[in-house]
T-cell receptor, first 115, second 117 residues
Framework: GENVEQHPSTLSVQEGDSAVIKCTYS??????FPWYKQELGKRPQLIID?????GEKKDQRIAVTLNKTAKHFSLHITETQPEDSAVYFC??????????????FGSGTQLTVLP | SAVISQKPSRDICQRGTSLTIQCQVD?????MFWYRQQPGQSLTLIAT?????????ESGFVIDKFPISRPNLTFSTLTVSNMSPEDSSIYLC??????????????FGQGTRLTVV
């Protein structure tokens, strides 16, 4: 099955700096890579995703890059703000035979943005 | 999108007892997923619940411990049976819902925070 590794486990940055979180996956058949933000006591929320037919996707201060050959993908947050502080999870998936995606999550990164 | 209502939001239970968690979705979905999130950890898939057939369990999870019902396309329950303190976790249900015209994403319930004493 799929195995997703995520680094670092904790990351502290100064407000305004950039943050980068990296993930690797093992299943070459995986074709969808979402990133989730989970604030304390809340449910995970999708912040950005990328499919295997593109190498990069950007949404305002958030970007994700994908290297299919190396089987790794990264989340980039620029101009970080205190409200970016949360746990971030990467995930990888491919469609199951029943057509819904089954996600395998990374171990999570606790991002702290220091004011 | 998909709106998921999960209950209870939290509970404190005695060891040896069972708790049933309910998940209601505002639209019909083929598959519903149940995850466990242990304190400070990632999400681990317990099982996939299909309407009209038995749930499919991931390695390390068994039906006797985590029986699942899926009576229709909008509802599912997960029971945590014969609980021990090691079962203290957050349990989340998830479905794949539409985002825009062509894309989908996983949506999560608010989670059930279970503490076993």
């Amino acid at each position: 099955g799929e195995n997703v590794e995520q680094h670092p486990s904790t990351l502290s940055v100064q407000e305004g700096d950039s943050a980068v979180i990296k993930c690797t996956y093992s299943d070459s058949a995986s074709n969808y890579f979402p990133w989730y933000k989970q604030e304390l006591g809340k449910r995970p929320q999708l912040i950005i995703d990328i499919r295997s037919n593109v190498g990069e996707k950007k949404d305002q201060r958030i970007a994700v890059t994908l290297n299919k050959t190396a089987k790794h993908f990264s989340l980039h947050i620029t101009e970080t703000q205190p409200e970016d502080s949360a746990v971030y999870f990467c995930a990888a998936s491919r469609r199951t035979s029943g057509s819904a995606r089954q996600l395998t999550f990374g171990s999570g990164t606790q991002l702290t943005v220091l004011p | 999108s998909a709106v998921i209502s999960q209950k209870p939001s939290r509970d404190i239970c005695q060891r040896g007892t069972s708790l049933t968690i309910q998940c209601q979705v505002d639209s019909q979905v083929t598959m519903m997923f149940w995850y466990r999130q242990q304190p400070g950890q990632s999400l681990t898939l317990i099982a996939t619940a299909n309407q009209g057939s038995e749930a499919t369990y991931e390695s390390g999870f068994v039906i006797d411990k985590f029986p699942i019902s899926r009576p229709n396309l909008t509802f599912s329950t997960l029971t945590v049976s014969n609980m021990s303190p090691e079962d203290s976790s957050i349990y989340l249900c998830s479905v794949e819902g539409r985002r825009g015209y062509t894309n989908t994403e996983a949506f999560f319930g608010q989670g059930t925070r279970l503490t076993v004493v």
